[in-house]
């Protein structure tokens, strides 16, 4: 069955047209030759070609609308300031954006990243989304020797596998490992007082068979053991990417008596999961936390009344945000809206700031050679942008990574405008409000 939220071909092309559209507009253009010329001491560049993998199409094509419009609006403002100052040819060069789609797709992902890195021969990349398809398309753009930028990938083997060379990689990103912490401290620490005082909170988990989600759930599993939190798994299942289809699964996890279903996945996944729980086989129970990835708006308006009460662990979603860039972002997200007449998601917010890391990793090198700007990349200390980070610098350092600040929501029906709104419940240093608990809330004891 394919995805409600999925566009459709003729959507993808009038989206392409437009970014065509909008980028000559704005003094940018895309990058169709197919040969490039390395400028030398006498040869000035036209541009800083910088290159993009997101999904325009398939089912994850709403997450990565998200990130093209993210990406579009940073290359934008940079070419409306006269681009990146590059000390090597004493001027500014304006950005070039290079996109590649990944259609969803696993093989189409690994033959985007070969166009982006041997037929436009960008400078470096940016963004991209979901583990399992940008670690297969990793050694192609290691064997190129072309820094990226990963913003929508969470398992933290993208920066330590050994396989390749992964000095070419940071990961802008909290970890699978970090965000599977957090749900579980959300769990203990804000749910658990409120549906199981006197016993351990019964949790059912049902993930995505990927590094996303085994990384994910080896985040939650370790946090637990570590701190000897209150929990109780009673259920733990595996699901296919892309899967449709979740009532075998929970149904298992019903029979288990939990008191929390934690579904890990997708914006299509998730919503499927807790829509099927809830509809058809009538499961009252506390759904999630949820990943951040499905922080985008059409989840809030798609889940629907089925998602009341329910939890996403987040770093920023289209509407609420961490104190300590709540200032920053307002400009943000009216910027945004203006330019595409919709809210930003939160992988359209980590593009945008990669964005600006690969702009500032470029002037900080004072070149485009490859290797500086790699080697900016660790060696650079900058203050955070718009995702809220430990510190509140931007530093990547040998290990390649750099994690967000990360918080939980709880969301519940706004009649008003007939869409599900957030409000912080975790930690309690920067809660809105406390948990709710449904009314028709069935215990698993």
């Not at 040869?43 to 579009?72: C, M, Y």
């Not at 929508?152 to 070419?168: A, F």
């Not at 930003?344 to 964005?355: E, F, K």
């Not at 009649?415 to 419940?425: A, G, S």
């Amino acid at each position: 069955m394919r995805s409600s939220n999925a566009i459709t071909k003729t959507t993808a092309i009038i989206i392409a047209v437009i970014v065509i559209i909008a980028a000559i507009a704005t003094g940018i253009y895309f990058y169709l030759g197919t040969t490039s010329v390395s400028p030398t001491a006498k040869e000035i560049p036209t541009g800083i070609k910088i290159g993009l993998l997101t999904h325009v199409t398939g089912p994850a094509s709403p997450t990565g609308l998200d990130i093209l419009r993210g990406f579009q609006l940073a290359v934008e403002e940079i070419n409306a300031q006269g681009g990146v100052y590059v000390k090597e040819f004493d001027k500014k060069l304006p950005l070039i954006p290079i996109i590649e789609d990944q259609q969803s797709d696993q093989q189409q992902t690994i033959n985007a990243a070969s166009r982006l890195v041997n037929q436009h021969k960008v400078d470096i990349i940016v963004g991209g989304f979901g583990s399992a398809f940008i670690y297969a398309a990793q050694p192609v753009i290691a064997q190129s020797q072309t820094p990226y930028v990963i913003t929508g990938v969470s398992t933290p083997r993208v920066v330590t596998r050994t396989d390749i060379d992964v000095s070419w990689f940071v990961l802008y990103q909290a970890t699978g490992p970090e965000h599977g912490a957090s749900i579980a401290l959300i769990l203990a620490e804000a749910v658990k007082p409120a549906v199981a005082p006197n016993r351990n909170l019964r949790v059912a988990i049902i993930y995505q068979d990927s590094p996303f989600g085994q990384d994910f759930f080896e985040g939650i599993n370790k946090t637990t053991n570590e701190k000897n939190l209150p929990l109780t798994f009673v259920y733990i299942g595996k699901f296919k990417v892309g899967e449709t289809d979740f009532r075998a699964l929970l149904s298992a996890a019903a029979a288990a008596k939990p008191d929390v279903i934690v579904p890990i996945g997708f914006i299509a996944e998730t919503i499927n999961s807790i829509k099927q729980g809830v509809n058809e086989l009538g499961l009252k129970k506390i759904w999630g936390p949820v990943c951040v990835c499905v922080e985008d708006v059409n989840y809030y308006k798609n889940l629907g009344k089925e998602g009341d009460y329910s939890l996403i662990q987040t770093y920023f979603g289209p509407y609420h945000s961490h104190p300590s860039v709540r200032d920053k972002l307002k400009n943000f997200i009216n910027k945004f809206k203006e330019r595409w007449g919709v809210l930003p998601g939160s992988q359209g917010l980590s593009v945008y700031d990669a964005v600006y890391i690969a702009a500032k990793a470029i002037e900080i090198a004072g070149s485009l050679d490859k290797t500086k700007i790699r080697d900016t990349l660790r060696s650079m200390t900058i203050d955070q942008l718009l995702t809220p980070v430990p510190g509140g610098k931007i530093h990547f350092g040998s290990k390649g990574q750099q994690g967000f600040d990360l918080y939980g929501v709880q969301l519940r029906w706004d009649e008003n405008v007939k869409e599900l709104r957030p409000k912080i419940i975790w930690p309690s240093s920067i809660a809105e409000t406390r948990f709710e608990v449904p009314p028709d809330f069935q215990s698993g004891e």
